[in-house]
């Protein structure tokens, strides 16, 4: 069967910004004819060699492998290079927003200034940490098995798309962000890495993994399929395995879901309240009471245990990282 190359019209609204000329951003708008074989990257140059010249944007290997070219289309993050426009039309329909990774960063259209991305990056070791004799007498074989553990988060190819649709590093600029961590994770799970620092960083409150609302944006938009968000979450475990967790809420709300699991097969949002927050729980008490009005909590006595207890029970112990400490 003969492949066929269909065109059908788009428009595009495109967010326009110079730092050095603007004082708020705008948008042009664009008609443009696009065809079932283009991709993202295809439209920003039809934009720039046909229509106008001063439009910026980064771009440079157009295989995937940079990650220089990323924006964001109807806010969803996209690696221009990889994006078809066939699946981004079914997606959003014939009318498209282009934008860059993060207006607040924006310097000129789709390029922002990464400053942060960099720091955050650098911020968990992105290295491995060895004590290597300058000239070695043999090599330092990793098995394949040892380099499975690697989970692929060596493949990232740092494009920013999972840390800019981060709804924390939007809002806490402390917060590491989930490229940070895929890094951090690469060189954890790494057997050669002899770093005591990069997980008690990584697992410490505010810049560390603990801040994450497991949204699954950043799994959603990795152009490479990493799946940072299982990298956080196994950046938990190895906390708990090497005694890296402080004694804070969020830990003690992790291992208070453990408890209660453990205890009865469901889970007590009362009682995971209570074990996490401590005394601190009595400014929750007017929102306690209207969601006890409302039926929202049951009291103790009313909640059930599982019929299947001993299987569950072997579960948590066979899956626990958890320290009885907390």
Not at 91 to 100: K, M, R, Y
Not at 101 to 107: D, I, Q, T
Not at 242 to 266: C, E, L, P, Q, T
Request: proline share 4%; glycine share 4%; with cysteine.
């Amino acid at each position: 069967m003969e492949h066929k190359i269909t065109t059908q019209q788009v428009k595009f609204k495109v967010f326009r910004f110079n730092s050095d000329e603007d004082y708020l951003p705008y948008y042009d708008e664009y008609d443009i004819e696009v065809t079932s074989e283009d991709v993202v990257l295809d439209i920003l140059n039809k934009i720039k060699w046909e229509l106008d010249g001063s439009f910026s944007y980064r771009r440079s290997c157009r295989h995937g492998i940079c990650g220089a070219c990323a924006i964001k289309v109807n806010g969803r993050s996209t690696l221009a290079c990889k994006e078809s426009m066939t699946d981004m039309i079914e997606l959003f329909g014939d009318e498209l927003t282009f934008e860059p990774l993060s207006k607040k960063r924006a310097v000129k259209d789709m390029i922002i200034d990464k400053a942060d991305f960099w720091q955050k990056n650098e911020a968990v070791q992105p290295y491995l940490v060895s004590d290597v004799e300058e000239e070695p007498e043999t090599e330092h074989i990793v098995s394949p098995e040892d380099a499975e553990k690697l989970d692929e988060a060596d493949l990232c190819i740092q494009c920013g798309a999972c840390h800019y649709a981060c709804p924390v590093v939007e809002v806490n600029d402390d917060f590491f962000g989930p490229a940070a961590f895929a890094k951090a994770y690469r060189f954890e799970a790494d057997v050669r890495d002899e770093s005591n620092s990069r997980i008690v960083d990584v697992n410490a409150p505010k810049q560390g993994v603990w801040d994450c609302v497991k949204c699954f944006e950043c799994a959603e938009v990795c152009p490479k399929d990493i799946n940072p968000i299982e990298k956080i979450t196994k950046l938990h475990q190895m906390g708990f395995e090497k005694g890296a967790v402080d004694n804070n809420v969020a830990i003690r709300h992790s291992v208070g879901f453990k408890h209660s699991i453990k205890k009865r097969g469901v889970l007590d949002e009362g009682g995971l309240v209570l074990y996490s927050e401590g005394t601190s729980i009595v400014k929750h008490i007017p929102v306690a009471f209207k969601m006890f009005k409302k039926g929202k909590i049951a009291m103790p006595w009313e909640i059930p245990t599982s019929d299947n207890m001993d299987e569950i029970k072997k579960l948590v112990a066979s899956s626990s990282t958890t320290k009885e400490r907390f």
